[in-house]
């Protein structure tokens, strides 16, 4: 059985800096290199950073579990009368199990009961695992993205948008 559970203190923002770090690896090998990884992790998945942004930002995390393990999380935030998917990612040994389809109802009903009219994301470019998620799910690109993100690193993205 797949649920949710809301990451609401230190000790789960810790427990998801830890998770983060290990699935990105996972997920972008292949794609980024590991300096830009690890970079990456720092500035967008390290404690001081989530923490950040669920206390400032209005973020809100969840844990993805399968049963009593967690498998993966996912972020959101609602802008402008949208939902910004700024998180998804599921563990390597747990994707193919339909756990992804199950977070996309959640996250449709999570934006429903907020009354947004449409939830938007950003995939790097040269994720095709991803891309294809998304496509299957009926997101669509609305554009291309690229966005500095220091250090000699660029974030190269496209931004789907799907209408509810």
Not at 44 to 54: P, T
Not at 142 to 155: A, L, S, Y
């Amino acid at each position: 059985m797949i649920n949710f559970i809301k990451i609401n203190n230190d000790s789960d923002i810790q427990k998801l800096a830890v998770l983060a770090d290990k699935i990105w690896h996972e997920a972008f090998s292949g794609i980024l290199t590991v300096e830009q990884i690890n970079y990456m992790l720092e500035k967008f998945q390290s404690f001081e950073a989530l923490k950040n942004v669920i206390e400032k930002k209005g973020y809100e995390y969840f844990f993805i579990c399968d049963g009593d393990e967690i498998v993966g999380y996912t972020g959101l935030q609602e802008t402008g009368g949208k939902l910004f998917l700024s998180k998804l990612y599921i563990s390597k040994q747990s994707r193919g199990k339909k756990i992804a389809s199950r977070t996309f109802d959640f996250i449709e009903e999570f934006a429903e009961k907020r009354n947004l009219k449409s939830i938007w994301l950003n995939v790097n470019r040269n994720n095709t695992h991803a891309i294809e998620v998304y496509k299957a799910e009926c997101f669509e690109i609305v554009r291309e993205q690229k966005t500095d993100i220091g250090n000699g690193f660029v974030m190269d993205d496209f931004v789907f948008d799907k209408n509810l």
